[in-house]
């Protein structure tokens, strides 16, 4: 889809306590603008958009969302022309001032600007003719890029030598990457989902695309949902990065970090457990932070 993916092994990022170890797989390497899940939920949507002859993609998503940036910076590369349809009208007399959608529209992305109401028709027919009468034909790619294609894409992210790990942990979304890191994992392994969002609803999005029963999700280190940071967090990151060399966002993977230390502090995993941390990139997310400071 793009140039050839980059391959990177893991590296530890902690050793710990009780023989933990706490290793680190680095799919925000894999493009430098096309990152981590993004990277996988793109790569056969994109092919079959090709494939049927498509030359537009339309997606959904918020003010600081990942997949707006990557679908851009995507559709850029290869010459696609891309549309955002953003949740929050009020954006539309500032999103210059947002990094994220700044960068998507110097991208090419074109903005379709919509209330909380109507952004949660963003699946009912009668919303998707409007746009196309707007628009005309295009590739529609979910909220987040989570469909099937997107599964068969998250799905690559373990490989052969990471049947070791006793943990897999990654941040959740709209629930495509867990859902297709569950499908690739062992009965042995217990996959843990760390949602960015407040609320429970994942667990039914997650069940549409698997049928395994090794996973669940830990709800309480959204910081207060999609979005939302503390300082607290901002410095632990930064302290993170000091120790290790290693940046988490703070929307999605630094939340999941902060909560995969705090569940050691707590004893919530076995001596000499092997856990695996998806980095799943989003690093521009910090651009957001920065701005609204």
């Not at 494939?51 to 940036?69: D, E, M, V």
């Not at 006793?166 to 890191?181: E, F, K, L, P, W």
């Not at 929307?251 to 695996?276: A, H, R, T």
Request: charged residues 25%; proline residues 2%; glycine residues 10%.
């Amino acid at each position: 889809m793009f140039e050839k993916e980059k391959v990177y092994n893991e590296e530890l990022l902690l050793n710990l306590p009780k023989g933990i170890q706490l290793i680190v797989k680095r799919e925000d390497l894999l493009h430098p603008e096309v990152s981590g899940n993004k990277f996988r939920k793109l790569k056969y949507n994109i092919a079959e958009a090709k494939r049927l002859g498509y030359s537009k993609l339309l997606t959904f998503g918020g003010a600081y969302s990942n997949h707006i940036a990557a679908t851009a910076a995507a559709g850029r590369i290869l010459g696609l022309q891309t549309i955002g349809v953003i949740r929050g009208e009020e954006l539309k007399t500032k999103y210059k001032d947002n990094p994220t959608l700044f960068k998507a529209e110097q991208d090419g992305m074109l903005f379709e600007f919509v209330t909380r109401t109507q952004y949660r028709e963003k699946s009912d027919r009668s919303f998707v003719n409007y746009l196309e009468q707007v628009y005309g034909d295009f590739y529609l790619v979910p909220e987040g890029g989570t469909n099937e294609l997107a599964i068969r894409g998250t799905e690559e992210i373990l490989k052969e030598e990471d049947k070791v790990f006793d943990y897999i942990c990654c941040a959740a979304g709209t629930g495509g990457t867990v859902a297709g890191i569950i499908n690739a994992s062992t009965e042995r392994q217990q996959v843990l989902g760390f949602p960015a969002l407040k609320g429970d609803f994942l667990f039914d999005e997650i069940r549409k695309y698997t049928n395994r029963t090794n996973w669940d999700l830990i709800l309480d280190y959204h910081f207060g949902g999609y979005g939302k940071v503390t300082q607290e967090l901002i410095d632990f990151l930064l302290n993170i990065e000091k120790k290790t060399g290693v940046l988490f966002d703070p929307i999605y993977n630094g939340k999941m970090l902060f909560g995969v230390l705090k569940m050691i502090e707590q004893d919530k995993f076995p001596e000499n457990s092997k856990i695996l941390l998806i980095h799943s990139g989003g690093l521009q997310g910090w651009n957001d932070i920065i701005k609204g400071e």
